[in-house]
């Protein structure tokens, strides 16, 4: 593919495809995408995800957008926590478009692993209550693409005499 003088790709048949894969592969717009696939309600305040990653609220704020820009997620406003001092009320979620290409781009396969790295992450305080705030509910679609069947450990037999 050649570049034109502006260092833009030229369009050809994977363009689109390109345009994708880097959007999905910078290293904070990953973390934001894995830890949205992780959270139970997959909606996530700027403070989850800034514990979260580890990255600095104004990064993901950058990002946040580059993602929204580009329609794989949106800004999703819970309105009677708008008053509410110690409840967030903006969250940030995945698009209809956001889950299709994460199925396209075999990243639904991950939600299990994603749930238990979540899961089983430590969280303070503020974190738990904003984990636990109300919020509002995802488009249907969304929500029934990010199912799946978690497993019962407590009918799975494990041997122990290995």
Sequence with gaps: MSESHSGTADAGPFAEQQRIFKLLSQD???LIIQELL???AHLMSLAEFE?????????IKDQLET???AGLLARYTYEP???KRDLPSQFYGFTARGVEVLHDYKYLRGLPIARAL???????EKIERHESAPRPELPDAVAEALEFDEPNLDTVDVDTTR
């Design 28 to 30: 904070t717009r990953h």
């Design 38 to 40: 992780g959270h139970p």
């Design 51 to 59: 514990y979260m990653t580890g990255k600095s609220q104004a990064a």
């Design 67 to 69: 993602l929204i820009d």
């Design 81 to 83: 926590s708008e008053e």
């Design 118 to 124: 979540y899961e089983n992450t430590r969280k303070t």
